[in-house]
């Protein structure tokens, strides 16, 4: 089963959980009222639509647990991560629909809500955990008899390398070492074992499924450990390396299995699962607010832009976002048409090929909100690093190897690098703001975020766009 199954099975069941509860819990209200069982008294008035409860509860249960991040990296997963995420995300719903009932019922006793909530609670937890804990337990089954697997190479073929191996194959439940990738004419490691060389990565691969990779190198300087690295990104793979003294002291390397030697992820997210949940659900909430209720603004602007000069109201330009891949940014245009001629030019603040309209545009930075659409697709977020055109790209990457680890996350519509350095109009400047990006990325945190943001609106109202 791929991940997208395991994901639609947990949903599934988390949604037949939620519908057990609510029956039952409904069946205990009607007869706690109904028997009386409260000093011979009706403890309310049910004032409750059962059928559109039995509807929306599951709905509720779903989301929170969305929220609550317990949908991702469902591979990784351990019993108490699921216990605790389980426990929280029950206790929200379950003081939330409370909330909701108090509302609609006539309360004569809040004994009986006390009462009453725990059971829901304990409902909620119990039946939602039996479920889960019964797909992990299979899960794991499936993993430990090979029936699932994860399909790992290891980049390198020296000493480093094949002492990795053996170690990986000795400790990894989930992971099957399918074989090497050399990066030199230097082999150690069983030469059979070696499916070919970085020239033919992408055949390797796709054919033989690989979901993980371990680059590990003997006496590799930083550009060749980031020059194969840039190469995986575009494959969707997760990347690890072997630390070096750096990444031990500051605590990148992490032991993500007992017995396993540890390794420095380069495609997860320094970010809990549940903020990167919250994340991205703001992303899509304030995305959808930004658009309704800047639409006169909007076609304001594009009355003015369209007035202005000729050409577009629009303009859309290649970056580079997310694991490598290229997609289309939206921007107000605010050049003259043709500006470029074909070859890519940074702008500054005095840039004649500027408009009238498109100097108001950047000093405000307006010319962004069109990006929102951009966010609601899921390839920006509100917050990250900006992305950039590959042309530039590949001139950063000359003195600054590491700008691939950026793809690990969204690029954003803000972020440290914007707010500090501004436009930047010079490869140095992107360097500047690169470094600044790369601090934020690992120091993600809604509170970071927030944080930006702020500053943002700063930037905005004291128009210093540019």
């Known amino acids: 089963m791929n991940k997208k199954g395991l994901l639609l099975t947990y949903v599934f069941f988390d949604i037949i959980a939620a519908i057990m509860v609510w029956v039952l819990f409904m069946l205990f209200r009607k007869i706690v009222n109904d028997g009386q069982i409260f000093d011979g008294i009706h403890i309310f008035f049910p004032n409750y639509d059962y059928y559109k409860s039995l509807f929306f509860f599951p709905v509720a249960c779903v989301f929170v647990h969305y929220l609550s991040g317990f949908y991702l990296n469902l591979y990784n997963k351990t019993r108490l991560t699921s216990i605790f995420t389980t426990l929280v995300a029950s206790a929200i719903i379950s003081i939330t629909i409370f909330f909701v009932l108090m509302l609609d019922d006539v309360v004569v006793s809040y004994e009986y809500y006390y009462y009453s909530l725990l059971v829901l609670f304990g409902l909620l937890f119990s039946i939602t955990l039996i479920f889960r804990s019964f797909i992990a337990s299979q899960v794991r089954y499936n993993f430990k008899t090979k029936k699932w697997t994860i399909n790992t190479v290891i980049i390198g073929t020296g000493n480093n390398a094949l002492k990795i191996a053996r170690d990986f194959e000795k400790n990894a439940v989930q992971n099957t070492l399918v074989g090497f990738i050399a990066t030199d004419h230097f ?15 992408s055949t390797i691969i796709t054919n033989n499924h690989i979901e993980d990779s371990i680059v590990v190198l003997d006496n590799a300087d930083e550009n060749q450990l980031f020059s194969i690295i840039n190469l995986l990104y575009k494959y969707n793979i997760n990347i690890q390396f072997t630390p070096r003294l750096y990444e031990i002291l500051t605590g990148s390397a992490k032991i993500s299995k007992l017995g396993i030697i540890p390794l420095v992820s380069i495609t997860n997210s320094s970010m809990p699962d549940w903020e990167a949940s919250i994340k991205r659900f703001l992303d899509i909430v304030f995305s959808l607010l930004a658009l309704f209720l ?44 043709g500006s470029e001629n074909g070859t890519p030019q940074l702008s500054s603040a ?12 950047r000093k405000y930075r307006i ?30 990457i000359e003195d600054a190897p590491y700008y691939c680890l950026l793809y690990k996350i969204r690029p954003g519509l803000t972020s440290w690098g914007p707010i500090k350095i501004g436009y930047s109009d010079t490869i140095e400047k992107m360097i500047e703001r690169l470094n600044y990006d790369i601090i934020y990325m690992d120091n993600m945190s809604l509170i970071t975020d927030l944080k930006i943001l702020i500053y943002t609106l700063e930037i905005i109202f004291k128009g210093k766009g540019i």
């Open 187 to 201: 082999v150690v490691v069983p030469g059979e074992r070696v499916l070919g060389n970085m020239n033919q990565l």
């Open 294 to 337: 800047l639409s006169p603004f909007l076609f304001y602007f594009m009355i003015q832009i369209k007035r202005d000069s000729k050409g577009s109201v629009f303009y859309r330009q290649e970056r580079i976002g997310r694991l490598g891949k290229p997609f289309n940014i939206l921007k107000f245009r605010t050049m003259y048409r």
């Open 350 to 361: 005095n840039d004649n090929r500027i408009t009238a309209v498109g100097r108001i545009l």
């Open 367 to 396: 010319d962004e909100i069109p990006q929102f659409w951009n966010i609601l697709k899921g390839d920006m977020s509100l917050v990250g690093p900006r992305p950039e055109r590959a042309y530039y790209i590949n001139q950063i």
